[in-house]
């Protein structure tokens, strides 16, 4: 069993920065975020492959950058341009297998969520 710890979530006023930052206790497959604002479900927001391959959901392209360290086990969310529609708990997820998906159901291993709020 994996287990995935995040950091980096806190308060920043809009147009600002937050990197997140997920160490696993092991070797995954793919890892994501999500993210899950009040009284709304969960959803994607970025992904990436062991070979580096990203995915991205729309709203988020261009201000977000996913990243990961195999060495390391760690993936990070680097948040720039932030608004306050971003205002959400971000969980990290990760898979056993390779491949890339959006589906929060297809991910094995889930992180405790770190909130994020972005005021205006």
């Known amino acids: 069993q994996v287990q995935l710890v995040e950091s980096g979530g806190g308060l920043v006023q809009a147009g600002g920065s937050l990197r997140l930052s997920c160490a696993a206790s092991g070797p995954t497959g793919a890892m994501g975020w999500f993210r899950q604002a009040p009284g709304k479900g969960r959803k994607f927001v970025a992904a990436i492959s062991t070979s580096i391959t990203t995915y991205y959901e729309d709203s988020v392209k261009g201000r977000f950058t996913i990243s990961r360290d195999n060495a390391k086990n760690t993936v990070y969310l680097q948040m720039n341009s932030l608004k306050p529609e971003d205002t959400a708990v971000y969980y990290c997820?990760?898979?056993?297998?390779?491949?890339?998906?959006?589906?929060?159901?297809?991910?094995?291993?889930w992180g405790q969520g770190t909130q994020v709020t972005v005021s205006s």
């Open positions: 997820s990760a898979k056993k297998l390779l491949v890339i998906t959006t589906r929060p159901d297809a991910y094995d291993y």
